[in-house]
């Protein structure tokens, strides 16, 4: 009985090594190392919204989500609209955009991202642009992919 045991445990372990590499982790499967950006392909009330990842060893490891006017400014920099549109929507840039990366970051492109109350056009962009810098991932191709992001 002791050596039947032994046997069936060895095959059971032998068995789970040899499918752990065909299962994953599920972290950034299919996602080749690089830089990767989607861009919206035009300008919403003066902004331009776009997604920078960086894949390493098959995974994403930082995401920048931002957007910036035609000189190149970067929108969570600016403290007048966030003073504006903290007051009206209680959210700002430098929250939500931080708070939608992390997302993406933590869920490695395969949950789903929430939304916060207060930026919800800018969840609605961050989807669609989330998509797409995922598929050029997927793709290894680092060419920046323009998105229309329906505003």
Not at 60 to 69: D, L, M, W
Not at 105 to 125: F, N, P, R, V, Y
Request: glycine share 12%; aromatic share 12%; net charge negative.
């Amino acid at each position: 009985m002791r050596g039947i045991t032994g046997k069936v445990i060895f095959l059971l372990l032998a068995m789970l090594l040899l499918a752990m590499p065909l299962t994953g982790c599920g972290r950034g499967e299919g996602l080749q190392d690089g830089y990767y950006t989607a861009q919206a392909s035009d300008y919403n009330f003066g902004w331009k919204e776009y997604i920078t990842i960086m894949v390493k060893g098959g995974s994403i490891v930082s995401v920048e989500y931002n957007a910036e006017n035609a000189s190149g400014f970067i929108k969570s920099w600016d403290n007048a609209y966030m003073q504006t549109m903290l007051h009206s929507n209680g959210t700002y840039p430098n929250e939500y955009t931080r708070y939608y990366a992390g997302q993406l970051l933590e869920g490695q492109g395969e949950k789903d991202i929430d939304g916060i109350t207060g930026a919800t056009s800018s969840h609605a962009s961050f989807k669609k642009l989330a998509a797409a810098v995922l598929e050029q991932a997927r793709k290894g191709d680092s060419s920046i992919a323009y998105v229309n992001t329906g505003h």
